[in-house]
């Protein structure tokens, strides 16, 4: 006889429910396959964080960028930014940067001592070959126009000779001990600048570190000229006549030098120098760089950076330009890095033409115009103000309205007018070649700062361009600077945390550092209005006793809630927040409707960590640390304000101490006076704060779900408050005396990793701005997962996400003229049918409990909630609308709580009533992924068809159902750097590559050092861990079409895409570095200025630095040969890698096939020419014998 055991039975049960899983997942074809996801980087936008070196190719009108973690960034016309990054070793700061003019190449030194050079003449740039310094480090390079020989000094004081073609060392070497005096006697320091003469190639001017100064003859091996100056040498720089130089020293002075021997400068002056009382002159900052160009006109610009006054309160970041005797101090907003003067002539030994300087700024990048008087700034076409305020989260939009670009666009033109300081000329970094791709959708991008302002940008077309910009800063009152900060963000109070935009309906709703949400509404026109605030707590405390039926608790009739007693840290703490008060001018965009001031224990701030609207239910939700609130935008009232515990009702799965709202008291009502354009619905101003709880719960959970949670994870729970990290509005199945509808639905995602929902029963429209909503809590999760629950989405039976209902934005004027309602619209998926949805066509959606919750006093409400076993209490004013409330609340009570599907029918609910789900249109799938599992859950059938779990030793810091062309996926990026990606609903694994090492974002979190590896930390670190990677996640961002993009730094956005498709266009889309240019011709020696010693003398350097030279010390430097076309074959691991070099053959299979063409047409005309000549000879002898030849 078998025996008989409880696991057998659980077994028996599985293999029963799995088939039927396995039927459903067959029933839904999935159209993508592994072939449509390719995971490639794609554009990157905003200025180069912390930037070391600066270069501009004249003739090319190219700037490129280097920075201290190796990418250099290539700039030219708007539309022409290419970025590319140093590879393994050289992975470091880039040093220096230079361009071979006109050659469509650049140079570069990294910080391990290695030299690059880049070929520029494709759209992505490229890494020909290096040479890596192994016994010296470099410390300076110099380039000059025309030449193919690079001089590198180094540490030692030694300068080598670098071929930039083969990338091989010369023999030539100019050694320190043969530059400096015979009778010196100590070392002279590290090679601070090279340059030659401009007018005399063979002479290379070397100044050290030690302030010596040395003119080398390069054909006679030895030093030529020697000067000492006084102290050390900063930089340098000739005139173009080459018959002085100056140099900048670290006291703040400018020498000037004659190629004559002379002990002493020629002239010594220090230009921002003050004379003192004593009559001497005080003490400057070093002159980091100087230059000096000359115009047609005789005018010499003399430029240079730093040498300002030393003491306390003077000026700082400055460039200095002098003409002449006229000096212009332009004072920089930002420590100054570098700065180049662009010329119009690229030789050295003729007038350059200055046109304008380029300053290479900490954070930014200023072009200033030298043509115009006052010497102003270009305005620049590049988004390098991305991080004017800090980036502290980020939305990223794809296929949104076509209409919503221009209308940002012509609202951001009118609040911001352009500012006449400008320069009225063209941007000067010209280079390239862009034309914008068509694009069939619009990609926004929005970003939000520290500052609390937020920034919309069009993203479209491989750009970022500003479209407009939102400050939430003028709705509050600056913050007293005595107030006692208890709050970690209280540092910076109004930083924008998180962003919530219905695209469609174009509100916005915004959340706050210090538990500020604000929701705007778009608008054309201008206002003056008030701004309505709701001061919102949540509070609960702990019960000696047990549960009853349901728990005992009060509410407040009010908008705020206030606790009875105050402890003495209620005292000392106070919002550091407090909206202004009196009407506000309101400018074109988004205008502020509403602010919510949530408050938690102790009257302190709360963080809100997740957020939604919808505006066809015409309702807010956001999730805080400690619970939820739900916000009628229409009324403009509190519908609920709740802990996280209280979600639960009676049947709470956590063994904890049960919580429950606090008792209160009464108090008057705390909400302010809306704004005038409000006066309209002054009347829904008098509903207040209204609560509907009904302690219910589902009898069904899923089965597969161990009640005991791993430790560590229940560890982190009992040590930490449940909060809300997920809300979602849709319309969702729900179970009433057995029978399945569609209602309107709130589902809640916990960090617990518990789903809850919330039945939503709306009033009918005509009636919606009187009529209060209510809100039902079901007891008990519906589901439980591992981790904190991190995105949740829906699906329809066919597989497709089911997008969210909204109402459509209307322009204010018409609004005006016309105050119909109309209907709202449903973004559904083509298979999601009326028939198997019934999407709600109105907003209205009233459940049986409507009478309910017209109650009109606390006393007819709360009986009639007793009695139907739901708690309601509302707060109209009037005596007869209190008894309107209690005759509604025993109407209520006498259908049994108005669950019925007659009372149900009779209350206008808009959807399919049935006694089961007969077909598989009637399916609902949803979707949860938290930080450890994901889920497919059956709504309807309430079982789990499709699961998978991360290993032990990742979670997922970002998670994302997106649509793509053939279907609907789910991303994933993990903390180990991979990025995943699953088909739905069968969680099929279809990408799974490294991609991103969370610690390159490790800038984002608090500390600044990195993120804590879990497995090596103790419990205390790994909530820090979980803190982190919540701020990570707000900078990280999946869209749909399998676009993405993250914070890469603090000042630059890196753009991504897993399709496949896209990754073929990328190319087109990119701008063009390297165009054809003529060079300009070099300056020939004249005849009377060769005889009389003037002009340009050319040198010969093949002669002098090649094979006569002899052979370089192999172990100076190591050649490291460039990738060639087998190993970059080899290397090709993607899609696109592996078009572009199939499009390279084919242009070259393309040049080979025109050379061909080319030559047969050739032959064809000889053929031709020799037919014709031998048909004329034929001719000729045709008649003729034999003999008459």
Excluded at 188 to 198: E, K, S, T
Excluded at 370 to 388: I, K, R
Excluded at 423 to 436: A, C, D, H, K, L
Excluded at 726 to 743: G, H, M, P, Q, W
Aim: hydrophobic residues 35%.
């Amino acid at each position: 006889m078998k025996k008989f055991t409880f696991k057998g039975v659980l077994d028996g049960f599985r293999q029963s429910v799995q088939p039927q899983a396995t039927r459903q997942e067959q029933e839904i074809q999935e159209q993508l396959k592994a072939d449509h996801f390719t995971l490639k980087k794609t554009f990157r936008h905003g200025f180069p964080y912390s930037p070391t070196s600066f270069a501009f190719d004249p003739v090319q009108k190219l700037l490129a960028i280097g920075d201290k973690s190796g990418y250099i960034r290539l700039l030219g016309r708007p539309g022409v930014d290419a970025h590319a990054k140093h590879e393994g070793e050289s992975e470091c700061a880039v040093l220096f940067a230079q361009f071979l003019v006109n050659e469509g190449a650049l140079v570069t030194v990294t910080a391990d001592d290695t030299i690059h050079l880049w070929n520029i003449r494709q759209k992505t740039p490229r890494i020909v070959q290096s040479l890596k310094f192994q016994r010296e480090r470099v410390t300076c390079i110099h380039l000059p126009v025309g030449s193919k020989w690079l001089y590198v000094g180094t540490e030692k004081g030694n300068i080598h000779v670098v071929q930039i073609d083969t990338f091989a060392l010369s023999g030539y070497i100019i050694n320190w001990n043969k530059a400096i005096e015979v009778v010196r006697t100590s070392h002279p320091g590290a090679v601070i600048a090279l340059c030659d003469n401009p007018l005399d190639a063979n002479k290379l001017l070397i100044a050290f570190e030690c302030g010596l100064l040395v003119l080398w003859d390069l054909k006679a091996k030895c030093a030529e000229l020697r000067w000492q100056a006084a102290e050390a040498v900063k930089s340098l720089a000739w005139h173009y006549e080459g018959k002085y130089f100056v140099s900048s020293h670290t006291d703040g002075s400018i020498c000037s030098w004659p190629t004559k021997p002379q002990a002493k400068p020629q002239s010594q002056v220090c230009p921002h120098a003050k004379i003192n009382k004593d009559g001497n002159a005080e003490k400057c900052k070093p002159i980091y760089k100087v230059d000096l160009k000359s115009s047609v006109t005789g005018e010499t610009f003399t430029i240079f950076s730093g040498g300002m006054p030393s003491e306390k309160g003077s000026k700082s970041n400055c460039i200095t330009v002098m003409v002449g005797k006229a000096t212009t101090v332009l004072e920089m907003e930002h420590a100054v890095c570098d700065f180049i003067t662009l010329c119009e002539n690229p030789w050295p030994c003729e007038t350059q033409e200055p046109y304008a300087i380029a300053v290479l700024l900490q954070y930014d990048l200023v072009l200033i115009d030298l043509l115009t008087p006052g010497f102003p700034c270009f305005e620049s076409p590049y988004p390098m103000d991305l991080h004017e305020s800090p980036v502290t989260c980020c939305t990223y939009l794809t296929d949104c309205p076509s209409d919503l670009v221009p209308a940002f666009y012509s609202v951001g033109r009118t609040t911001t007018s352009k500012k006449s300081c400008f320069s009225e000329r063209e941007w000067p970094i010209s280079g390239g070649e862009w034309s914008p791709a068509s694009c069939s959708y619009s990609e926004i991008v929005i970003t939000g700062h520290q500052d609390g302002s937020l920034k919309f940008w069009d993203s479209g077309a491989g750009t970022l361009q500003i479209l407009y910009k939102l400050k939430t800063a003028k709705m509050f009152e600056k913050p007293r600077s005595h107030v006692a900060h208890s709050h970690p963000e209280s540092d910076n109070p109004l930083a924008v945390h998180l962003i919530f935009l219905c695209s469609e309906s174009r509100r916005l709703c915004v959340a706050g550092a210090m538990g500020q949400v604000m929701l705007f509404k778009f608008r054309k026109v201008e206002s003056t209005s008030e701004v309505l605030v709701l001061e919102i707590p949540i509070l609960y405390e702990n019960f000696d006793d047990i549960y009853g039926t349901s728990p005992e608790c009060d509410f407040l009739t009010g908008h705020q809630v206030q606790k009875t007693e105050s402890s003495e840290s209620d005292k000392t703490t106070e919002c550091s927040l407090k909206v202004r008060f009196g009407a506000q001018r309101k400018p074109p965009g988004f205008q502020s409707q509403l602010v919510c001031l949530t408050t938690g224990p102790n009257r302190r701030n709360v963080q809100v960590t997740s957020l939604c609207i919808s505006s066809s239910y015409g309702l807010m939700a956001y999730g805080t640390e400690y619970g939820l609130v739900i916000i009628d935008i229409i009324q403009k009232i509190c519908l609920l304000s709740v802990a996280c515990p209280d979600l639960y009702g009676a049947h709470d799965p956590y063994s904890r101490t049960p919580k429950s709202p606090k008792r209160i008291e009464n108090k008057e009502e705390q909400s302010r006076s809306p704004s005038s354009d409000q006066a309209t619905d002054a009347e829904e101003l008098q509903y207040n704060c209204l609560y509907v709880i009904v302690w219910k719960f589902f009898d069904k959970l899923d089965g597969t779900f161990s009640r005991s949670r791993s430790s560590s994870m229940s560890s982190i729970d009992m040590s930490s408050s449940e909060s809300v990290t997920c809300l979602a509005f849709i319309e969702s199945y729900a179970k009433r005396n057995d029978i399945l509808t569609l209602v309107p639905t709130l589902w809640i995602g916990t960090s617990f990793g518990s789903i809850l929902t919330l039945f939503i029963t709306m009033p009918e429209r005509d009636v919606r701005k009187s009529q209060p909503v209510l809100i039902t809590i079901n007891g008990g999760p519906v589901v439980r997962l591992k981790g904190s629950i991190t995105s949740m989405s829906f699906l329809d039976s066919y597989g497709s996400i089911i997008p969210y209902t909204f109402e459509t934005w209307r322009d204010e004027k018409r609004d005006n003229k016309d105050r119909t309602p109309t209907k709202s619209s449903s973004r559904t998926s083509p298979t999601f049918t009326p028939t198997t949805a019934n999407t709600i066509s109105n907003t209205s959606v009233a459940g049986g409990m409507a009478g309910g919750a017209a109650a009109g006093g606390a006393a007819g409400g709360a009986a009639g909630g007793a009695a139907s076993g739901t708690i309601a209490v509302g707060t109209p004013s009037g005596t007869a609308g209190g008894a309107a409330g209690g005759a509604a609340g025993g109407s209520g009570a006498a259908t049994g709580g108005g669950m019925s599907s007659s009372s149900a029918s009779s209350s206008g609910i808009s959807g399919s009533v049935s006694t089961g789900l007969e077909t598989l249109t009637d399916r609902q799938y949803i979707v949860i992924a938290s930080e450890k599992q994901t889920k497919v859950f059956d709504v309807a059938n309430q079982c789990c068809i499709n699961r998978i779990q991360l290993s032990e030793m990742d979670f997922a810091v970002k998670a994302e159902t997106i649509t793509m062309k053939d279907g609907s996926c789910l991303a994933t990026y993990l903390s180990n750097g991979h990025l995943m990606v699953h088909s739905l609903p069968s969680l099929k694994l279809l990408l799974d590559t490294d991609f991103l090492p969370l610690m390159e974002l490790s800038f984002q979190t608090k500390c600044k050092q990195g993120i804590v590896d879990p497995m090596l930390s103790i419990w205390g670190q790994q909530i820090i861990v979980h803190e982190d990677t919540t701020q990570i996640s707000k900078i990280f961002c999946f869209s749909h079409k399998g676009h993405g993009l993250y914070m890469a730094s603090p000042t630059e956005i890196q753009k991504f895409t897993i399709s496949s498709e896209f990754c073929q266009f990328i190319l087109e889309m990119m701008g063009e570095l390297y165009t054809v240019h003529e060079m300009p011709e070099q300056p020939k020696e004249g005849f009377f200025k060769g005889l009389f010693g003037g002009g340009a003398k050319l040198l010969d350097r093949e002669e002098l630095f090649g094979e006569q030279s002899g052979k370089a010390n192999r172990s100076v430097a190591r050649h490291i040969p460039g990738p060639t076309l087998d190993q970059l074959g080899q290397r090709a691991s993607t899609a696109a890698s592996e078009i572009s070099r199939a499009h390279q053959l084919a242009m070259e299979r393309g040049d080979k096939l025109n050379l061909l063409e080319e030559r047969a047409e050739r032959m064809a005309n000889t053929a031709q020419d020799f037919s014709g000549t031998a048909h004329q000879l034929m001719l000729k002898y045709k008649d003729k014998k034999w003999y008459q030849l």
